[in-house]
């Protein structure tokens, strides 16, 4: 029997319950290149499952890490394809508007490449991420390294805390939200001390 899942997971039980491994690889690949689905908490609620013996925790983390970098991958072409008027058209089907598309947009712009990694843990720049990398020409391979990092990352702390955490993974994801800004500030410094570093040596050995 599927253990009770706990707050706002609960109505997650039903789609867990009957798909399994298919409802996170459904749901995580399908919010990833823009459609509003719960990836994140079909996540959590994953681990909780895989936590209690119901599902195994490396085929949810292998899936959910394949459909992310996927979805990802989709809203890179519809971007890269598509452009700004694909995405104005269409966007507000899926909630992106052009105010919430330009925004997102020029925050992307200004922090470049490794904002695709942070992008992963906030919400809406999680969901538009693959889709503002092709609007704005980034290189695919570069692009998919970067997103593949932020997938390891995002998949393998969310499934190892809900799996470890069981029912507690709530109380626990509402806390590191609260303090999700000063971290994806701290993990900002450090990357730009690590560009900063890098550049300044090759200046040297130039």
Do not use: C
């Not at 909780?48 to 394949?66: K, M, S, T």
């Not at 997103?147 to 109380?171: K, P």
């Amino acid at each position: 029997m599927s253990p009770p899942l706990p707050g706002p997971l609960a109505h997650l039980a039903p789609l867990l319950g009957h798909y399994g491994y298919w409802a996170v690889g459904a749901v995580v690949l399908v919010e990833d290149f823009g459609v509003p689905a719960p990836g994140e908490t079909i996540l959590l609620a994953a681990g909780v499952y895989a936590g209690a013996g119901q599902l195994n925790v490396v085929a949810v983390a292998v899936i959910a890490f394949f459909a992310a970098v996927a979805g990802d991958n989709i809203g890179y072409l519809i971007g890269r394809f598509g452009g700004r008027a694909f995405v104005h058209r269409w966007g507000k089907y899926v909630f992106l508007t052009p105010k919430r598309f330009e925004a997102a947009e020029a925050f992307f712009t200004r922090h470049g490449a490794k904002i695709v990694t942070v992008a992963r843990f906030v919400e809406g720049l999680r969901q538009a991420n693959g889709v503002i990398a092709g609007t704005t020409g980034m290189h695919w391979r570069r692009f998919l390294a970067f997103n593949a990092l932020g997938a390891a990352l995002w998949v393998g702390l969310w499934t190892t805390l809900a799996y470890l955490a069981g029912s507690h993974i709530t109380a626990i994801y509402d806390e590191i939200r609260r303090y999700q800004l000063y971290v994806l500030i701290a993990v900002a410094v450090l990357l730009a001390a690590f560009v900063v570093r890098h550049l300044v040596r090759r200046r040297r050995e130039q």
